[in-house]
């Protein structure tokens, strides 16, 4: 049996696609014990970046993933391929193009989409779920970055509800330990497991492994 493809999309820059990436690669291989692998379509090349930085903090062989890059159609055969070898495959998708998410979202087995909760990033998000529904592959949003404005967050959630999304109930805040963690090739499961984005990230993975 082939491994599970998880395809991180989002049509609207700076959602903050390739850090959620990192951290579903790093917790799924943490909480699973299984093998994972990433996959970066970004001509950007931000996760590849970040696995480099990974490599020299860790060793080249103490990583705990295995990376690949693909551009294009490229992208869903690399993805199957890696699939069987690997538990899961989670892959990184440029932002405002059609052409080169394509093929990565119609490989996956389930989309996740950040969002911020801003009117803005829902309003582009509907772009993302219906690129989704045209391959036939579902999706489901994370809120990520959230402020500590609980008032806005609940609009935003509400309006989510109301849009008919399918959306994690965890929820990522909007802390600089995730960046700070992404500067040094690591994640806040290895930074600071006991602080409180560890544990949001956690709870992401245990659900996300449940809708799999």
Sequence with gaps: MSGRILTVAQQKGGSGKTTLTAHIAVGLARQTGNPVAILDVDPQGSLGTWFEAREQMLGEDETGLVFRTASGWGARREARSLARDHAYV??????????????????????????????????????????????????ILVLNRVPPRAALTVEMAQAMGESGYEALASRLGNRTAYAASMGSGRTVLETDASGKAAAEVSAMIAELVGKL
């Design 90 to 139: 989670i892959i990184d998708t440029p932002p405002k193009t059609d052409v080169d998410a394509k093929p990565a979202i119609d490989a996956a087995d389930l989309v996740v989409v950040p969002i911020q909760p801003t009117p803005v990033d829902l309003w582009a998000t509907s772009q993302t779920i219906q690129l989704a529904a045209r391959e036939d592959t579902p999706a």
